[in-house]
Nanobody, 116 residues
Framework: QVHLVESGGGLAQPGGSLRLSCAAS????????MGWYRQAPGKQRELVAN???????VYADSVKGRFTISRDNAETTVFLQMNNLKIEDTAVYYC??????????WGQGTQVTVSS
């Protein structure tokens, strides 16, 4: 069992920045991938950015050049630096992870609101 806890959401103005963190905990776990997804009202949950074991990084086209995903050396915490935020970035952001044995986990979500 892996537990994911997000932090760092909030309110930002257009053009502003926010930084999200997601810490994974559990017993004897290994993660194959860890990243961020978001769900805006009335829309499906979508990938924002993901780090796959080995270091490959994938970004959604809508955030390329503005968002940066990173992780700590222990590979149990991922960060999402969000710069030049746009109103359309408003959503609940979820941390998602897949364990080495293929089980998926979600965090509880953190609200990001971009508004002037």
């Amino acid at each position: 069992q892996v537990h994911l806890v997000e932090s760092g959401g909030g309110l930002a103005q257009p053009g502003g920045s926010l930084r999200l963190s997601c810490a994974a905990s559990g017993r004897d776990f290994r993660l194959a991938a860890m990243g961020w997804y978001r769900q805006a009202p009335g829309k499906q949950r979508e990938l924002v950015a993901n780090i796959i074991s080995g270091g490959k990084i994938v970004y959604a086209d809508s955030v390329k050049g503005r968002f940066t995903i990173s992780r700590d050396n222990a590979e149990t915490t991922v960060f999402l630096q969000m710069n030049n935020l746009k109103i359309e970035d408003t959503a609940v952001y979820y941390c998602g992870a897949i364990s080495g044995d293929g089980v998926g986990y979600w965090g509880q979500g953190t609200q990001v609101t971009v508004s002037s």
